[in-house]
């Protein structure tokens, strides 16, 4: 594996230095570029911050989907050293385009035509960002606060949850996800990727069983409503060779970045097939 030092990769080390909001207005930062930043800022700042080895698990697990859309089987080293596309994400953290359409059916108990198909709205969560342009790069303040308001609302905690899909439109997303959810603690998703819990057969499969957004690709209008499906058939064992072991409490998680730095929002569903 050959790669760039950091100190020949301008770009980043620009947008390291703190006015991410209008340099990145100004170099036409795009969203790869904005991910590549927390990934640095993660290496800099973070003295425990997961290896690109650990990063690029989270793309192998996910491709590895039955549902993906792209997924084929990669190598680390294909992973590590594929074209570099925001330093130091290369093509295959990033997720690729991709177009669709999800639905779910939504009702009352009283109009449930088929209990042992359905599942229960534990919580239902929507936060926006702060605006803070000063903020953290490594940590969004508004996932935890939603996390933390949905398991209160559901009366759980995240040791209960056992399948999570969530919004990783890059690898180093996912990563922070695990954090920001609560599924380990801060600084400690590398360990918690090499512990193997993430996978189909661990503890909290996170993204496996549809590939997420690295392998299904990114359709922004449905991949909410896709998440919920996937969890859905997961909550159903109608998954098929891809399905977890356990999916009694389903969390799914998607946001919308950034603005001025920040998050626009964060939504967070947990779901129980105990309908209570």
């Not at 990145?24 to 930043?37: D, H």
């Not at 599924?183 to 661990?202: K, P, Q, V």
């Amino acid at each position: 594996m050959s790669q760039q030092p950091l100190s020949q990769k301008p770009f980043g080390r620009l947008l390291l230095t703190g006015a991410a909001g209008n340099l990145g207005r100004q170099l036409r930062a795009s969203l790869a570029s904005w991910a590549g930043v927390v990934r640095l800022t993660d290496i800099v700042d973070v003295g425990d911050a997961a290896s690109d080895e650990e990063t690029s698990i989270v793309d192998l697990a996910d491709r590895s989907a039955g549902m993906a859309g792209f997924n084929k089987v990669f190598t680390l080293e294909q992973v590590l050293d594929s074209p570099m596309v925001a330093t130091p994400l290369t093509l295959y953290a990033c997720c690729p385009n991709g177009d669709g359409a999800a639905a779910t059916i939504v009702c009352s108990r009283d109009r449930l035509a088929a209990p042992r198909r359905s599942a229960r709205i534990a919580a239902s969560v929507l936060t926006s960002g702060l605006y803070d342009r000063m903020r953290d790069l490594t940590w969004w303040e508004w996932e935890t606060r939603a996390a933390r308001l949905a398991y209160d609302m559901a009366g759980l905690a995240p040791s209960d949850i056992n399948v999570v899909e969530v919004h990783d439109a890059f690898t180093i997303s996912e990563l922070e996800h695990y954090e920001g959810l609560g599924l380990c603690a801060r600084g400690e998703s590398g360990a918690f990727i090499d512990s193997g819990a993430t996978r189909l057969d661990g503890r909290i499969p996170v993204n496996n069983p549809s590939g997420g957004l690295l392998a299904r690709g990114r359709p922004p209008g449905a991949s909410g409503l896709a998440q919920i499906d996937e969890l859905l058939l997961q909550m159903r064992h109608e998954a098929g060779p891809r399905q977890t072991r356990r999916a009694g409490v389903a969390l799914a998680q998607i946001m919308g970045v950034s603005k001025s730095n920040d998050a626009q929002a964060c939504t967070i569903h947990i779901l129980s097939k105990d309908l209570g």
